[in-house]
Structure formats: structure tokens, C-alpha cells
């Protein structure tokens, strides 16, 4: 059959299959894995900073004073995190993300909360960066601010398309432009110090930044302390500018995507990346501080008003501003990479709907990576494209996995109680400490502004977890059978009969009825299975000779994980083979499942459907299906 029409437009966009052979391919070196995982790390070097400044200055100038206490006790915070990191890594070293580690160490419901949170942050992470990128852009090209929200849009179409076609791809779309950013931010770091210290440049004084501050919010600044008002607006400084720590977590989620030694070149990755943003952020951070510079909701980004102070307005100005756009776009490749492989981990526990298990064409979790961009697009569209609306939601989330996956390490420790565990258990629970009152500190402050929407969605998310593991449990209880036994097949007709083929994914309850039918109308029998490259074949084949040892089983090999284009080979061949007997028609039989309610359709991949279709688009006769009610 020729390429359908979608798929001519597919195959144009995403790129041609990939065979399940190459996935060894798709690994990332480290240099790529700097690229790909710790964009959004990275990244936030263009709005932490802004965001701190942005509370701290409803408290004036004194207010503005306190930017580097609480860069400092970040970047703190950032260190603790990351050494707990580098002994996750290690210990998962097929990827030790919070979901799993929780999971497994502290049970089901703490793991489906580290799972929920972090599936939320993955989320705002793309909605967040792709907003403060187009913001980016309108700071310098302000005629492009009435298509704020087009453009976030366009840019989250253009990364599902980039990460669509897989992980060497996306990591060669997204390198240049992450090592630009890097290169741009030191430099205007080092050459914005080094022009303060030669006296070239000056910084607003406390008096000309109230004047600013008073423009924008009335005259009537409060004063750190004053009326109670300070601590808070500390804590908000603090919860905001704790964004800077979203994607920390990414290496640990992703050590699977390095090449050999896994583990060990996720630690290496992990160890440049936290050096990188640490000194990125608080030079950063120093700059402002030492310039004075005031932002305000209205104004220009921070790093546009750095920029420009230090650069002047010309063509290195134009490569900062432009390579911020570009790393901000590409921190939500990040959530690309991270929230499809999650997503993935509950689909395998049944804890969402199977087909985000499934990699697609170009060996990624397409699925995933729709769903993640659906619902960003979504968050965008509600809040306007708006950094700071956004930003009270964000980090809460993910401070609540690092708790839980902190403590998740010190309960592997204690039962495994190697060398060292004592040490380890020690770095972990401090880190799970810390990280819980930084918890807690993220939900008080922005609670009214927004976080309680995400103290909400977490145990909604979980209850839809538990309700479609229990569905899956339900199907499970439906189709088991006995392992062991051999299986009746009732005799076949006496005369005449139809050449027959059946298909069978696993051999249970649903697909023995289908098995049962063939067997009563076919006068020659062939049970087909499909190998899509998971590893469970050989346990298929022995099953089926100890229960089914006289219906033939044809297994086809699927390098590129297909299951329709296989089945409509074999098929065609089917017919060929038996074309001499007009007088028969040849038959294909397919098992289907019937759900009790509508929505549960979603949780299966409806197969049978597409395949049928293809069946009679190729011209097959005859087509049925053998429903099994659940």
C-alpha cells in the first residue's frame, strides 16, 4: 500500500523510523548531555535573579540590599542538593528519579506524590521558560509584545517537533545556542565587574532606585521589618529566586541516556553543570546588586537592563538577549526529555495509560511528549504567557521530590548498609531536612499567590494514578489463567473450514476465546505474535508449546516496532499461499477488549481498530473480532 497522506506529512516532519537496533545510537555524550539536561538549570540564570530583585524591591532599596544574602543561601541550598544527587546516580544507575526512588523505598503513595509533583513541575518548566523566552524577545523587539501568547505557542510546537525526532537531533538543535548563553552570561559577568571596578560604569544609588520603586508601587515602600511585612517579603525572595534549582534533578532522571559508564558520566555532567550555574547565577546576582538595577513587572528583563549597561546597545547586547531567547526555548527541552521517561516509569507500574510506554518512530516517548505539550500549551494560554504568574506555582513541586527522594536514599542505605552507608544516609537526610523546610518556606509564601492550586492538583493526580491502577488490576484479575496447564481447543470442523490466522499479543482469558472461534471454523489454523522488541518473546514462545503446543505460532520480527505493517505482510502472503481455493475465503480473527465505561478505552491502545482498518484499506475479506468483556 502506498504512504498515506499523513503519513508522507509525518515522515516529512519527524523524520523516517528508526529500527530498535539504533537505540544504543541515540545515547548523548557528555558535552550533548550538558546541552540537553541541564538547559533548565542553566536557563534560569535569566529570571532567578530578576525574580528576587522583583519581590525584594516592594521593600525599596533596603529591600534590594538583601539580593545576595539570598543568592548565597541558594547557592547553598543548590550544593546540598547536588551531592545528594551524585549518590542517587549512583545508586540508580538505570535511572534513580524521585518517582522510582520514593517508590521503591518509601511505598506507592509517597512515590505517586514525588511523581505527581515532579509530572506538574515538568509542566510550568515548559510553560515557564518558553514564557520568559518570548519575554526575552519583546524586551528587545517590543512591537512583538501584542503576540506574547502566539509566539509561546509557536515555540512549544517547534520543540515537540524537535524532540519528535529524537534525542541526537534535539541535542544538535539545542548545543550552539546553550554554550552561546553560558559564554554570553560570564562574559557580561567578568567584563560588568571588571567595568565597575575601572569605574566605568555606575550603579543607581539607594535614593534614585525608591524613586523608581516608588513610580511603580506608590510612595509608600515598606522597610524590611517593618509591620511584620519583612520576613515574608525575605521568604517570597527566597521561594522565587529557589526556581534557579528546577532541572537539578533531570541527570538523575535520565542516566539511561548516557553512553557508557552510565552512571559515572551523569555524576560528571551533574558536578559541571552545578559549578556552571552556581557561578552564573550569583555573578549574576553580584552584577545587580553592585548596579543597583531595579525590575519591575513593566520593565525590561533584568538581564536586558544588565546587558545594557555593560555592553551598550549593539551587536553584543543582540547575542545576549538572543542567545537568553534561545536557552529559555530550549530549558523546556528538559521537561521533553525528563517528563516523557517518567510518564513512561507509571505507565510500566500501571499508573498511566500504557501507550506512554510505547516508544515511538524515532525511539523516544512520543505520546509523553504530546501530553506535555498539550498541557503547557494549556497553562500558557490560562495565564496569559506571564513569567510572574506563573512563577508562584513553580519549584513547589519539585522541592516536595527531592524530599521525598532524599528520604527514599536514606531508607536504600539503611536496608542495604554498605560501606560508608552511615556517611551516606547522613548527606541524604540532611538534604531531605533541608530540602523540607525549603518546602515548606516555597508553599506559606506563595500559598495566596498560586501554590495552592498545586496542593490541589497533586492529590487529584494521584487519586487518577490509583484509579487507573486499579482498572489495570481489575483487567489483570479478568484474564489471568493458569501458567501451567495445557488448554482444550475444541475439535476442528469436519469438512471444509477456512484457512484462518489469529492474532495474539499475550496468550490469556481474551485472546484463547479468539483462539477458541478460529479454532471451530478454521480448517488451517495459524496463531501469529508480533516482537516489538521488548523482551518478551522467548517467555511467549514457551508458554504457548506448554499450553498450545498444536496450533502452530508464526512469530514476525518488528525492527521498527510496528504492529500493523508486519501483520498486513504476513496477511497478504496468507492469501497468496491460498488463493488456488476460490471456494474458501481466508479469515483473520482479533481479540478486543470491551471496558465497562467509555473513559477506559483511553487506558488501552485501541489497536485492533487501526489494524482492522488496514486490514480491509488492504483489501482482507474477512475480518472479525472476538470481544472479551471486562
Not at 538534604?431 to 498560586?450: C, D, E, H, R
Request: hydrophobic residues 50%.
Amino acid at each position: 500500500m502506498p504512504p498515506s497522506v499523513v503519513d508522507r506529512f509525518k515522515k516529512a516532519v519527524v523524520g523516517a523510523p528508526l529500527p530498535t537496533s539504533a537505540h544504543a545510537e541515540e545515547r548523548l555524550s557528555n558535552g550533548e548531555a550538558l546541552a540537553i539536561l541541564s538547559s533548565d538549570a542553566l536557563s534560569s540564570v535569566a529570571y532567578a535573579t530578576q525574580e528576587i530583585v522583583l519581590v525584594l524591591g516592594f521593600a525599596g532599596a533596603a529591600g534590594l540590599g538583601f539580593t545576595l544574602p539570598v543568592t548565597g543561601m541558594i547557592i547553598l541550598l543548590m550544593l546540598v542538593v547536588a551531592l545528594s544527587y551524585r549518590q542517587t546516580i549512583k545508586a540508580y544507575p538505570q535511572g534513580g528519579g524521585s518517582y522510582r526512588v520514593s517508590h521503591e523505598n518509601l511505598g506507592p503513595v509517597p512515590g505517586l506524590i514525588a511523581g505527581a509533583s515532579l509530572s506538574i513541575d515538568y509542566v510550568l518548566t515548559v510553560a515557564v521558560s518558553t514564557a520568559a523566552g518570548i519575554s526575552a524577545l519583546t524586551s528587545y523587539l517590543p512591537k512583538l509584545d501584542p503576540y506574547h501568547v502566539p509566539l509561546c505557542l509557536a515555540a512549544i510546537v517547534v520543540l515537540m517537533v524537535a524532540n519528535l525526532r529524537g534525542l541526537r537531533s534535539s541535542a544538535k538543535v539545542m548545543s550552539l545556542p546553550t554554550y552561546v548563553f553560558m559564554a554570553a552570561v560570564l562574559t557580561l559577568v567578568v567584563v560588568g565587574l571588571a567595568k565597575l571596578a575601572h569605574g566605568d560604569i555606575t550603579g543607581l544609588a539607594a535614593a534614585q532606585q525608591n524613586q523608581v520603586l516608588s513610580e511603580v508601587h506608590g510612595p509608600n515602600l515598606l522597610t524590611v521589618g517593618g509591620a511584620g511585612a519583612g520576613g515574608l517579603i525575605l521568604m517570597r525572595a527566597f521561594s522565587s529566586g529557589c526556581a534557579a534549582l528546577t532541572g537539578i534533578e533531570a541527570i538523575s532522571d535520565s542516566v539511561m541516556a548516557f553512553k557508557p559508564t552510565e552512571w559515572r558520566n551523569a555524576r560528571r555532567v551533574l558536578t559541571v553543570m552545578v559549578i556552571l550555574l552556581a557561578t552564573m547565577f550569583g555573578g549574576v546576582s553580584v552584577l545587580a546588586s553592585q548596579l543597583g538595577t531595579v525590575y519591575t513587572e513593566n520593565s525590561p528583563t533584568l538581564m536586558y537592563q544588565l546587558g545594557e549597561q555593560v555592553f551598550g546597545n549593539g551587536p553584543v547586547l543582540f547575542i545576549l538577549q538572543m542567545s537568553t531567547l534561545l536557552i529559555l526555548l530550549l530549558a523546556a527541552n528538559t521537561a521533553f526529555a525528563d517528563f516523557p521517561r517518567l510518564a513512561a516509569f507509571l505507565a510500566q507500574d500501571s499508573y498511566m495509560p500504557r501507550q506512554l510506554a510505547s516508544l515511538g518512530d524515532r525511539l523516544v516517548f512520543s505520546n509523553g511528549i504530546v501530553m506535555l505539550s498539550a498541557f503547557a500549551g494549556i497553562l500558557l494560554v490560562i495565564f496569559g504567557g506571564s513569567v510572574s504568574h506563573l512563577i508562584p506555582l513553580y519549584a513547589v513541586g519539585v522541592f516536595t521530590s527531592f524530599t521525598l527522594s532524599q528520604a527514599g536514599m536514606v531508607v536504600h542505605w539503611w536496608r542495604e548498609q554498605g560501606p560508608g552507608w552511615v556517611g551516606k544516609a547522613l548527606l541524604n537526610g540532611f538534604g531531605s531536612a533541608v530540602t523540607a523546610v525549603v518546602s515548606g518556606v516555597l508553599l506559606f509564601s506563595k500559598f495566596t499567590q498560586g501554590a495552592w492550586l498545586v496542593v490541589v492538583a497533586v492529590p487529584l493526580l494521584v487519586a487518577l494514578f490509583l484509579t487507573i491502577h486499579r482498572h489495570y488490576k481489575q483487567v489483570a484479575r479478568r484474564l489471568r489463567m493458569a501458567h501451567d496447564v495445557k488448554l482444550t481447543l475444541p475439535a476442528a470442523p469436519s469438512e471444509g473450514g477456512s484457512p484462518v490466522v489469529v492474532l495474539v499479543g499475550q496468550l490469556h482469558r481474551g485472546s484463547f476465546e479468539a483462539i477458541r472461534y478460529a479454532r471451530s471454523i478454521a480448517g488451517e489454523l495459524v496463531a501469529v505474535h508480533v516482537d516489538l522488541g521488548l523482551g518478551k518473546t522467548g517467555a511467549f514462545q514457551e508458554q504457548w508449546q506448554r499450553q498450545l503446543p498444536e496450533v502452530p505460532l508464526v512469530i514476525l520480527d518488528s525492527p521498527y516496532r510496528s504492529l500493523i505493517d508486519p501483520v498486513l505482510d504476513f496477511v497478504r502472503q496468507f492469501e497468496i499461499d491460498h488463493r488456488k481455493d476460490r471456494h474458501k475465503f481466508c479469515t483473520v480473527v482479533l481479540p478486543v477488549f470491551v471496558t465497562r465505561h467509555r473513559w477506559e478505552n483511553l487506558l488501552h491502545n485501541q489497536s485492533t481498530i487501526s489494524l482492522r482498518s488496514a486490514l480491509r484499506a488492504q483489501g482482507t475479506r474477512v475480518v472479525t473480532t472476538v470481544g472479551f468483556y471486562l
